[in-house]
């Protein structure tokens, strides 16, 4: 018998079916030859919310939630965020090595010249209200795009995908930015070929009548590590998103919307705009205890705490708070920041959250840096999706080229009512 294997023993009829194992787990497949009898459909697994499902074989993210480890393409993310720009990271991520000088020329020149929106879908954002959520907005434009660029569905083309790639990794600053300034009613400013990536994002939000902007080197760099540190997450909600709705051969743009909605959620994307409305509901530092017994008793959650995977303190938290310390360095500090250092040391004491291994997560100490930069909280979110989109399209090209993926279409268990007639006891109505 095979060593890596499982035997199963159906208890219904006696048989005992041998299932291999595959890099430690089962193909779930493989349940399905145990039958009751030739009628029977098979063995299912039943996992809802994928709790130990693996959807996949990926090569781009490994995450060890016991240990705390995050690495991209095999890098621990402590020396990505050191020592590596964001735009280094995308084609770490995108291409599986991180680039020799020639191609991070070549890679930086072609999203530097694709970071323009045309006109008309600039002009599309006059149709919002002057308060829609940027999240909003960001969606609905990135959707847009699908039209602007028929081609793209064309997502069986290696050259195509590429030419998306780079089109999305280079219009999502521009399109978070004009969303937010929509909502300022200010003037959209046009992307700056001499500006670097995260300088660019920061010249089209902040930029008013000076002739030229100049970004704070320190802010530039922190939210180029923020972007590293938010690029990709595995197998999360709106990956699985990306994943899914690419699976159907919907365009890049389209898939990337979808992606985008789920990460506008408050249990993933926006928990950290969540973070802030619930720092300022705290109010003050001797408010905490009664706010975290109330949510002992189940008012609500510790927005930024907590993680699907990490059951240990989340990696990204640890290089957060370290880089908070630089901005505040120039901004001044957040006032906020007392109050969450103060939470996080009471609630990593109490005994409610060491038993259910809640830690700070990504989100927890990200808005407060936000905030002290100049962003609105409403803005957090579209703040995610901007790198995120470099990990989703990463996802999504692995997942085009795997020979083993099909149209996502998962399986469910029927528990409705069985078949019956319909009676005509009810009067017609005709309208
Ligand atoms: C991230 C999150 C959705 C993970 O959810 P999950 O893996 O399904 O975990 P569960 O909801 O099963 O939580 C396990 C237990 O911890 C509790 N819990 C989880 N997160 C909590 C939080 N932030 N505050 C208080 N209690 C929390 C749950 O109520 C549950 O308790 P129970 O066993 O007594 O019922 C969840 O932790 C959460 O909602 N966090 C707040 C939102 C957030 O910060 N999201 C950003 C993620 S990067």
């Not at 039943?46 to 991209?72: E, H, M, W």
Request: hydrophobic share 40%; charged share 25%.
């Amino acid at each position: 018998m095979n060593k890596e294997s499982l035997t199963i023993t159906d208890n219904r009829t006696g048989v005992a079916y041998e299932v291999p194992l595959f890099k430690g787990n089962i193909r779930a497949r493989d349940l399905k030859q145990i039958r009751r009898d030739p009628e029977d459909f098979g063995v299912m697994s039943y996992d809802p919310a994928f709790l130990n499902t693996a959807s996949c074989q990926s090569k781009v993210t490994f995450i060890d939630g016991d240990q705390g480890i995050l690495r991209y393409r095999g890098y621990p993310i402590e020396q990505l965020a050191e020592r590596c720009t964001f735009l280094e990271v995308a084609y770490l991520l995108i291409f599986g090595e991180l680039p020799d000088s020639e191609q991070l020329r070549e890679w930086v020149n072609a999203i530097t010249h694709h970071t323009m929106i045309p006109e008309y879908t600039k002009k599309g954002l006059e149709g919002f209200r002057h308060d829609a959520h940027p999240m909003g907005m960001l969606i609905s434009t990135v959707a847009a795009l699908s039209t602007v660029y028929p081609e793209a569905k064309n997502v069986i083309d290696p050259e195509v995908r590429r030419l998306q790639i780079i089109r999305l990794i280079a219009k999502m600053p521009t399109l978070a930015a004009y969303a937010y300034r929509h909502s300022l009613g200010y003037p959209y400013i046009y992307p700056d070929n001499d500006l670097n990536y995260a300088e660019n994002f920061l010249n089209m939000m902040w930029k008013m009548v000076e002739p030229k902007y100049v970004a704070n080197p320190v802010l530039a760099r922190a939210l180029d590590i923020l972007f590293i540190l938010h690029a990709d997450h595995e197998q999360n909600c709106s990956t699985n998103t990306m994943r899914c709705i690419g699976s159907a051969q919907t365009d890049p743009y389209l898939s990337v919307a979808g992606a985008a909605s789920a990460l506008s959620g408050p249990l993933h994307g926006r928990a950290n705009e969540e973070v802030l409305h619930m720092l300022d509901e705290i109010g003050s530092k001797d408010r905490i205890p009664a706010f975290v017994k109330g949510v002992k008793e189940g008012h609500g959650k510790l927005m930024g705490f907590g993680h699907r995977v990490y059951k240990n303190y989340d990696p990204r938290a640890r290089i957060i708070k370290w880089t908070a310390e630089k901005v505040f360095e120039v901004t001044g500090r957040n006032p906020k920041l007392d109050i969450a250092l103060e939470l996080e040391r009471i609630a990593l004491e109490d005994e409610y959250f060491i038993q259910r291994k809640l830690y700070p997560n990504v989100d927890f100490y990200s808005g407060i840096i936000y905030q002290a930069m100049g962003f609105k909280p409403e803005m957090f979110t579209v703040l995610f999706a901007i790198p995120r989109t470099a990990g989703w399209l990463a996802q999504w090209e692995e997942m085009i080229r795997d020979p083993e993926q099909k149209i996502a279409r998962p399986r469910q268990v029927y528990v409705g009512n069985g078949v019956r007639e319909v009676v005509q006891t009810r009067e017609k109505v005709t309208r």
